[in-house]
């Protein structure tokens, strides 16, 4: 089936750093996501992104947060600075437009700030 | 929080037997999800009920969905070693709200 790839799988960095997250959605699709996992916990929905542009986000979405996808490349996660509370897994996932709800996800990086 | 009763953190069973996982949500939703997640792998879609759906059946699973009550369900049946993984209900088509997750894990 389709795939959504992300890369790295594991990120390591000390707390203050700038990290970046990418992933590389399904070729057709237009909607994209994030979602973040700390272990044991739930996933939580970041942020939508649609047409260049933030439709939604949550309040775990921190101003240190920030998201785009130029010219049709990866869509990135960045966060500057990083904090210790950010390390998580992240999963990246996306879906077409038009009345398909499925969104499909990414095997996720697992980020961790020391 | 978008969810009220929290599922069954955890479920252990044997091979061939059947399996029910519940779930309910506070909120309006016109689907449910259900996704399964294998450890070290992203979620993904097994099933999808909507509200003007009281059931559906994709091979061995069952998803129903109550909107009365805000619950669904999802059963397994005759589960095979290969069904262990976390199970999630999630809701909202757009940006979706994922509940606690049971962890099944069938044994042979």
């Known amino acids: 089936g389709p795939k959504v790839l992300q890369i790295p799988s594991h990120q390591i960095i000390d707390m203050g750093q700038m990290v970046t997250l990418n992933c590389d959605p399904v070729?057709?699709?237009?909607?994209f996501y994030w979602y973040k996992q700390i272990l044991g916990q739930q996933m939580e929905f970041l942020v939508n992104?649609?047409?260049?542009?933030?439709?939604?986000k949550s309040k775990l979405f921190k101003d240190q947060f920030s998201v785009e996808r130029p010219d049709g490349s990866y869509f990135t996660l960045k966060i500057q600075p990083t904090a210790l509370e950010d390390s998580a897994v992240y999963f990246c996932?996306?879906?077409?437009?038009?009345?398909?709800?499925?969104?499909?996800f990414g095997p996720g990086t697992r980020l961790t700030v020391l | 929080s978008q969810w009220g009763e929290e599922n069954l953190q955890a479920l252990s069973i044997q091979e061939g037997e059947d399996v029910t996982m519940n779930c309910s949500y506070k909120?309006?939703?016109?689907?449910v999800h259900w996704y399964r997640q294998d450890s070290g792998r992203g979620p993904a879609l097994i099933i999808l009920?909507?509200?003007?759906?009281r059931e559906k059946r994709s091979g061995r699973l069952r998803a129903t969905l109550d909107t009365s009550s805000q619950s669904s369900s999802l059963s397994i049946t005759a589960a095979q070693c290969e069904d262990t993984a976390v199970y999630f209900c999630?809701?909202?088509?757009?940006?979706?709200?994922f509940g606690d997750g049971t962890q099944l894990v069938v044994k042979p």
């Open positions: 999630a809701t909202d088509a757009n940006r979706i709200f």
């Open positions: 070729s057709n699709h237009l909607y």
């Open positions: 992104f649609y047409n260049g542009k933030v439709m939604e």
């Open positions: 909120t309006y939703t016109t689907v």
């Open positions: 009920i909507r509200s003007n759906e």
């Open positions: 996932a996306s879906r077409r437009t038009g009345g398909g709800y499925e969104q499909y």
